[in-house]
C-alpha cells in the first residue's frame, strides 16, 4: 500500500477530523506522528508518535515536520460562519498563521507530500451543486465572507508554495463533516451533533433554526478519511478537488433522521425563520473526485447519523 512504513504527521491529530486520519492512516500501514499542545489523544495506540508543541510557533513547526514524508495539515478551527459571532477573527487568524507556519515548515524541512483543507464556504452562491472551477465566479455568500476569503487564500498560498518548491501538496475542499468524535458543545456544536444532543435531551418543543428546507451536503468523517488518504497518494497538484456526499437533502430530512435515531420521534418540531441562518442551498459536485480518485461515499446518512448517534450516546455513560 501507498502508506506503508511512510512517516507521515497529522497536525490536529486530536482532534475529530484528525483522529479518524490516524486511525486510518494506520490500518494502512503508516508511523504516525501528532504533535499535542492543549488536547490529549483521543485514542491510545503505541504505534503513535506524540511529541509536544505549539503550532502558533515556527520552530514547533519545523520539529514536528523533521523527517516525515507526508503532512496531513487538520490543524485548526472551524468558523461559526455568521451565524453566531463566537470567536469569528479568532478562527480566520489562527488558520492564516497555523496553515502558513506548517507550508513553510514543511518546505523547510524537506516534506515530500502535503495535504491541506480548504471549504465549500469558497463557493459564491448557487442552487446547483457548485464545480470546482466556479469558485472564482463571484464573491462568497455574505455570511461566508471573512471565513471563506481566508480559505481562498490559503488555496492560492499552496498554489503559491507548488509553484516555487518540489513539494506536492493537494487541495481538499470539504463539505459538512459530521461522525464520531464530533464536537457536541452547546455553545460550539455544528448542526448534526448539535441536532443530536439535544434530541438526546429529549428536548420538546424540538426548535430548529430556519425553515427546514435549506439544503444541505453532509459527508461521514469515515469516508471523509478515506478520500483525504486517496487525494494525497493519487492528486498532490495544487489543485482543488471537492469531498462530499453529493446528495441532496435539507434540513428537514435531517431532523426527522435525528429524531428517529435518538428515539424522540414524539417531538413537536419548529422551523423558527426568524434566526439566522447561512447559505440555503449548498451542495458541492463530486464527480471532479469520482473520476480522479475513484471515489463515492459509501455510509448513508441515515446509517451515519445512527452510528453517530450511538456513540454519543455510548459517552454519556
Known amino acids: 500500500m501507498f502508506y506503508r512504513d511512510k512517516k507521515v504527521l497529522v497536525t490536529g491529530g486530536t482532534g475529530f477530523v484528525g483522529t479518524h486520519l490516524v ?21 491510545d495506540d503505541e504505534r ?52 502558513a507556519y506548517m507550508l513553510q515548515a514543511a518546505w523547510e524541512t524537506g516534506v515530500n507530500r502535503f495535504l491541506i483543507y480548504s471549504s465549500s464556504t469558497c463557493y459564491p452562491e448557487a442552487n446547483h451543486a457548485v464545480k470546482e472551477e466556479e469558485m472564482w465566479g463571484g464573491p462568497t455568500h455574505p455570511s461566508y465572507f471573512g471565513y471563506g476569503w481566508m480559505r481562498r487564500y490559503l488555496e492560492r498560498l499552496a498554489e503559491f508554495v507548488v509553484s516555487n518548491s518540489s513539494m506536492k501538496i493537494a487541495i481538499v475542499r470539504p ?22 444532543r439535544r434530541a438526546v435531551e429529549k428536548e420538546n418543543p424540538y426548535v430548529v433554526w430556519g425553515s427546514g428546507d435549506e439544503v444541505r451536503d453532509f459527508l461521514h468523517i469515515k469516508d471523509f478519511a478515506r478520500a483525504s488518504l486517496l487525494m494525497l497518494e493519487k492528486y498532490a497538484e495544487g489543485d482543488a478537488v471537492n ?43 463530486i464527480s471532479k473526485a469520482e473520476r480522479i480518485l475513484d471515489f463515492k461515499p459509501v455510509i448513508a446518512l441515515e446509517d451515519g447519523i445512527k452510528d453517530t448517534t450511538e456513540w454519543y450516546l455510548s459517552t454519556r455513560r
Do not use: W
Open 48 to 99: 503513535i508518535e506524540t511529541i509536544s508543541a505549539d503550532l502558533n510557533l515556527l520552530d514547533d513547526c519545523i520539529k514536528v515536520s523533521e523527517g516525515m514524508d507526508f503532512v496531513f495539515h487538520a490543524a485548526g478551527t472551524v468558523g461559526a460562519a455568521g451565524v453566531t459571532k463566537i470567536n469569528i477573527m479568532a478562527s480566520i487568524t489562527t488558520n492564516l498563521i497555523l496553515n
Open 23 to 43: 486511525q486510518e492512516l494506520l490500518r494502512q500501514g503508516a508511523k504516525v506522528r501528532v504533535p499535542v499542545h492543549n488536547r490529549p489523544m483521543i485514542i
Open 175 to 196: 463539505s459538512a463533516v459530521y461522525g464520531r468524535y464530533d464536537n457536541f458543545n452547546p455553545a460550539t456544536s455544528h448542526v448534526i451533533p448539535s441536532l443530536i
Open 243 to 285: 469531498v462530499g456526499y453529493g446528495q441532496v437533502v435539507t434540513i428537514k430530512d435531517i431532523v426527522q433522521m435525528v429524531l428517529k435515531a435518538t428515539g424522540h420521534d414524539c417531538a413537536q418540531i419548529i422551523f423558527d425563520s426568524t434566526k439566522p441562518t447561512t447559505i440555503p442551498f449548498r451542495m458541492v459536485d
